[in-house]
């Protein structure tokens, strides 16, 4: 499959400039024409370990997002949610724009509860996961549980602190197959801050399904939303 689209997207290889805090980046930008892009595979869900870059900006103005790049600086995932509409739904696109998950908020539920589709959400279109936030106060470690349609024991729980972007993805052997850990620096004395950070996933876990977990941490456990779209007191 070819890529065919009109954004400009940062080559990662040059010119970076990272500051503390906000992010702040100066890109050596290119413009990709259409069908001009090399071929795109779609993400490989078995083999070795992939690190991924996890950039929490949109490509689009006035959107909010994130844009996701493995070891070499392709663009791999993105994802971008227009300001006034990104409460209840969100889509996780490979890198030419083709829906690989769609996340929406389960109706009528009194705590933080998603359900994970393929591809497009259409009418009638059964879930493949739910993801529900942890209210587990023994452990508060624990954020977030992950269940199959077929199950309603969890296949996933998601532990750690996202605040501070150190997290685990466990499976129901308790193995761990994906990590979210800050990104380090190649200079001293610079810092990526919050908004860049690696996610580390293993061979026995799809990528698009751990980068839709993210998402979703990201929106139950940011300091910017909560589940009403108001600032949120959670910490972790």
């Given at each position: 499959?070819?890529?065919?689209?009109?954004?400009?997207?940062p080559?990662?290889?040059?010119?970076r400039?990272?500051?503390?805090?906000?992010?702040?980046?100066?890109?050596?930008?290119?413009?990709?024409?259409?069908?001009?892009?090399?071929?795109v595979?779609?993400?490989?869900t078995?083999?070795?370990?992939?690190?991924?870059?996890?950039w929490?900006?949109?490509?689009?103005?006035?959107?909010?997002?994130?844009?996701?790049?493995?070891?070499?600086?392709?663009?791999?995932?993105?994802?971008?949610?227009?300001?006034?509409?990104?409460?209840?739904e969100?889509?996780l696109?490979?890198?030419?724009?083709?829906s690989l998950?769609?996340?929406?908020r389960?109706m009528?539920?009194?705590?933080?509860?998603?359900?994970?589709?393929?591809?497009?959400f259409?009418?009638?279109?059964?879930?493949r996961f739910?993801?529900?936030?942890?209210r587990?106060?023994?452990?508060?470690k624990?954020?977030?549980?992950?269940?199959?349609s077929?199950?309603?024991?969890?296949?996933?729980?998601?532990?750690?602190i996202?605040?501070q972007?150190?997290?685990?993805?466990?499976d129901?052997?308790q193995q761990?197959?994906?990590?979210?850990?800050?990104?380090?620096?190649s200079?001293?004395?610079?810092?990526?801050?919050?908004?860049?950070?690696?996610?580390?996933v293993?061979?026995?876990m799809?990528?698009?399904?751990?980068?839709?977990l993210?998402?979703?941490?990201?929106?139950m456990?940011?300091?910017?939303?909560?589940?009403?779209?108001?600032?949120?007191?959670d910490?972790?």
């Amino acid at each position: 499959m070819t890529c065919t689209t009109h954004h400009l997207l940062p080559n990662l290889s040059k010119n970076r400039s990272w500051f503390s805090g906000d992010l702040k980046t100066t890109f050596s930008m290119t413009k990709v024409y259409p069908n001009a892009a090399s071929e795109v595979p779609r993400p490989v869900t078995r083999g070795p370990v992939v690190t991924l870059t996890v950039w929490k900006k949109s490509l689009l103005f006035n959107c909010n997002g994130f844009t996701v790049y493995d070891s070499r600086g392709n663009l791999v995932f993105r994802v971008d949610n227009y300001l006034s509409d990104h409460k209840g739904e969100l889509v996780l696109m490979d890198a030419c724009g083709k829906s690989l998950l769609t996340l929406r908020r389960k109706m009528l539920s009194l705590s933080d509860h998603w359900l994970i589709f393929d591809g497009d959400f259409g009418s009638g279109a059964k879930p493949r996961f739910s993801m529900k936030k942890s209210r587990n106060f023994l452990n508060p470690k624990s954020l977030a549980h992950v269940f199959s349609s077929a199950s309603k024991t969890p296949i996933y729980e998601i532990e750690g602190i996202y605040s501070q972007r150190c997290c685990t993805i466990l499976d129901e052997k308790q193995q761990h197959v994906a990590e979210i850990k800050c990104k380090e620096a190649s200079k001293a004395g610079i810092s990526y801050g919050w908004d860049v950070f690696k996610l580390i996933v293993q061979p026995e876990m799809e990528m698009e399904v751990a980068m839709a977990l993210v998402l979703l941490l990201d929106h139950m456990f940011s300091s910017r939303w909560s589940t009403a779209g108001r600032r949120t007191t959670d910490n972790r």
